[in-house]
T-cell receptor, first 114, second 112 residues
């Protein structure tokens, strides 16, 4: 079975410091991987996606993620946090086995302190 | 236009009411989705339409009835809901042969 584990349910950083949100996945096939962000009472916005091209993926708002097949990880990073980054982040896998059925991680709530 | 729109933004309904949620996209996508999201949880897939045909129903109770009148529109008809159905209902769309899903802003549903 496919699964996604977000290793931290909450992460707290100070404004201007680096952000690291961790994600591990399991998939029998070569999956597509995504990070989505959700601000309170809003829909999900795609930050970035990995679809078997470059392993270092750059996204919007200064975020990037590195696909490491040997570690089955897809961690999200940003060099310098901004107050507007405070939101919930979902790591998502599309196992590409059947249809377009996404597998979501449980989410990580990012808090940014001033 | 890379937008998925949903109406209404908020909906309060009683357990005996009938209401509908509407989703629209004009990106030419041929797959559309309904998700349910409870507070502090990830979205849960409810239904998938592919080329206007229902392709996935995740064992959703019959009080939720999806409809896809055309390739741009997706409705979710609601009848005899329970208070535990209160949630954020998200619509999404994607190219049939691609994996990226574009999400709408959601409808916040409260069942009283």
């Amino acid at each position: 079975a496919q699964s996604v584990t977000q290793l931290d349910s909450h992460v707290s950083v100070s404004e201007g410091t680096p952000v690291l949100l961790r994600c591990n996945y399991s998939s029998s096939y070569s999956p597509s991987l995504f990070w989505y962000v959700q601000h309170p009472n809003k829909g999900l916005q795609l930050l970035l996606k990995y679809t078997s091209a470059a392993t270092l993926v750059k996204g919007i708002n200064g975020f990037e993620a590195e696909f490491k097949k040997s570690e089955t990880s897809f961690h999200l990073t940003k060099p310098s946090a901004h107050m507007s980054d405070a939101a919930e982040y979902f790591c998502v896998v599309n196992p590409m086995e059947y249809g377009n059925k996404l597998v979501f991680g449980a989410g990580t709530i990012l808090r940014v302190k001033s | 236009d890379t937008e998925v729109t949903q109406t209404p933004k908020h909906l309060v309904m009683g357990m005996t009411n009938k209401k509908s949620l509407k989703c629209e996209q004009h990106m030419g996508h041929r797959a559309m989705y309904w998700y349910k999201q409870k507070a502090k949880k990830p979205p849960e897939l409810m239904f998938v339409y592919s080329y206007e045909k229902l392709s996935i129903n995740e064992s959703v109770p019959s009080r939720f009835s999806p409809e896809c009148p055309n390739s741009s529109l997706l409705n979710l008809h609601l009848h005899a809901l329970q208070p535990e159905d209160s949630a954020l209902y998200l619509c999404a769309s994607s190219q049939a042969d691609r994996t990226q899903q574009y999400f709408g802003p959601g409808t916040r549903l409260t069942v009283t």
